[in-house]
C-alpha cells in the first residue's frame, strides 16, 4: 500500500517527463500491473500534452532588459561586499601581526637581546593595553568606511 502512494505521489511527474531513470522503470513497473494508476498517467499525459500546446508568454523586451540590468548590479555588489570582506580580513591580519612584531622590536630595543626573554608583567600591559586601543580604534575606521561603501552600493541598486 505505501508503494502504491509512492508511485501515485510520482504520476503527474511520470507524464511530464521528470523522473530519474530509476524512478521511471518503477513507475513503468507498477502501472504495468495496476489500471488505476495506468487509467490516470494517461490522464496525466493528456494534460502534460495539452499544456505542452499552449503558447510561452514572451517578455517584453525592456522588461528583460531592466531586469537583467538589476541582477548584474546586484551580482556587482554582491562582488565588492566580498571584497570588502577580505580585504578587512586581511588588515586585520596584518594588523596583529604588525602588533606582534612592534612588541618583538620594543622589547629588543628597550632590554636588548634578553629583553625578549624577561618579559615585565607592567611594560607588557602598558604596551598591550596602548596596541590593543589603537588595533580597536583602526578597526572603528575600517568599519565605518566599509559601511559608507556598502550603504553607497545599496542606494545605487
Do not use: K
Not at 517527463?17 to 500491473?33: K, M, N, Q, S, T
Amino acid at each position: 500500500m505505501r508503494e502504491h502512494q509512492s508511485i501515485r505521489e510520482l504520476l503527474a511527474l511520470g507524464a511530464a517527463g521528470a523522473l530519474d531513470p530509476d524512478e521511471e522503470r518503477r513507475l513503468r513497473a507498477h502501472v504495468a500491473i495496476c489500471e488505476d494508476c495506468a487509467a490516470e498517467l494517461r490522464s496525466w499525459q493528456v494534460l502534460a500534452g495539452e499544456l505542452s500546446a499552449l503558447p510561452v508568454p514572451q517578455a517584453p523586451p525592456p522588461m528583460v532588459a531592466r531586469t537583467r540590468a538589476r541582477v548584474e548590479a546586484a551580482l556587482r555588489a554582491e562582488a565588492g561586499r566580498r571584497w570588502d570582506d577580505a580585504v578587512l580580513a586581511c588588515l586585520a591580519l596584518l594588523a596583529w601581526t604588525v602588533n606582534l612584531a612592534t612588541w618583538a622590536v620594543w622589547r629588543l630595543i628597550a632590554g636588548g637581546a634578553t629583553g625578549l626573554a624577561v618579559i615585565g608583567l607592567t611594560e607588557s600591559l602598558m604596551y598591550l593595553t596602548v596596541s590593543t586601543l589603537v588595533a580597536w580604534l583602526t578597526a572603528g575606521v575600517a568599519a565605518v568606511v566599509a559601511g559608507q561603501r556598502r550603504r553607497a552600493v545599496g542606494r545605487s541598486l
